[in-house]
């Protein structure tokens, strides 16, 4: 539960005064930005933000180290495992149908939010076929038991549009407060068919030497780590959603998107309330690391040798990457920054070093590029390509990449090399 995950950060800031959930708990949120913040008071709830906003906080949790994190991921997503059906989950101690969205602790986080908006929740569903998906998706509450979802077209979209096609309403089951293996399986892009329980229950194997366990809800599994967990269907009715702050801090219009209506909820005793700070580092974590393993293997695919990948906190680790290769001919570096916006298309720019530079060090990157780039022979420059829509500076998802090769010429890499005692 996430009170037992949150006593074993010694960086934890408690907040024991009320704190209101309209806005407040975003000027807390954005002072401790990359420490965790439990909240003992939001109108009579507990809340917690921040909980996992830094790669170290993350890797010290799965038992890992944060430069293994991209191998952990990618050993889940390609090998996933079967999870555990028990018969009991601590949420199942509190459930009722008599609730109003408009009295849990649901945080409007900015000024020109559209309204209180779930932001950490997933949701989950299962097709006619038995495949069950599970995504993140931001919800912003309408009234007492309605709310508007943003979906993305991806999977939860297409089983939507299946059943809305027909008129018929999509059953889900709507999750809060989960762990970070949890979290980080929810945020990953895989094929249709390949279940997102499936890769949790893998990382959960590599941190934890255990599956994941679930509990059949009405035919749907569910996680029985989840904190607050509801039943819910998305209708065919369309309404307005947003606008709504995304991962670059920035405001994203309004759209016509899917009905929900909730119609159960369920709670663990005492439960927290996971506040997810749209722009945080904590939405950067979550959406950014599970892209870095598909960087990761399309840059393989044409340079052998390479040692790690970062999408970058400046660049909200969704637009800004660096890539750390061993070149074995001229023209690797190049060749790595084409194939790094092939497995993210997403990507704005990257900076590709050599294996003495630390990725992790933004001061060690800017050295290289200082020392070792020229723009005239080292810039690389795609006008004109599909990139995210995210990016507010883009023009109808166009915009320019550009990426930088900052490695030493094979012919001339001894003058190069860094002094060292």
Known sequence: ???????????LIVIKEPVSKELEITRYLLKYRDRPVLFEDVEGWRVAGNIWS???????????????L????????????????????????????DFSLLELPIPKYY?????????SAMVIAKDDNGFVNV??????VRDEKTVAIRLVPRHLYAMWKD?????????????????????????????????????ASKLSELAFGKPIEVIELGGIPVPVESEFVFEAKITPELVDEGPFVDITGTYDYVRKQPLVVFERMYHVDDPIFHALLPGGYEHFMLMGLPKEPQIYASVKRVVPKVHGVRLTEGGAMWLHAVVSITKQHDGDGKNAILAAFAGHPSLKHVVVVDEDIDIYDDRDVEWAIATRFQADRDLVIVP?????????????SL?????????????????FERARL
């Open 54 to 68: 830094t790669r170290e906080r993350i890797a010290g949790f799965l038992n890992t180290e944060k430069e293994n």
């Open 384 to 396: 004109n390509a599909r990139g995210s829509s995210l990016d507010p500076s883009a023009e109808k």
């Open 70 to 97: 991209i191998h952990m991921l990618t050993e889940a997503m390609e090998n996933s495992s079967p999870y555990k059906t028990v018969e009991s989950a601590p949420f199942l101690k509190n459930s009722t149908s």
């Open 1 to 11: 539960m996430l009170g037992e995950i949150l006593r074993t950060f010694d960086d």
């Open 163 to 199: 059943r809305a096609e027909h008129g018929e309403e999509l059953d889900v089951r709507i999750v809060v407060g989960n762990p970070i293996h949890l979290l980080l399986a929810g945020a990953t892009s895989t094929a249709y068919g390949i279940s997102e329980l499936e890769i």
């Open 111 to 119: 000024p020109k939010d559209g309204g209180p908006y779930f932001t």
């Open 399 to 415: 915009t320019a990449k550009w990426g930088i090769d900052a490695t030493k010429p094979l012919e001339r890499k001894e003058e």
């Open 135 to 140: 995504s993140f998706h931001r919800m912003m």
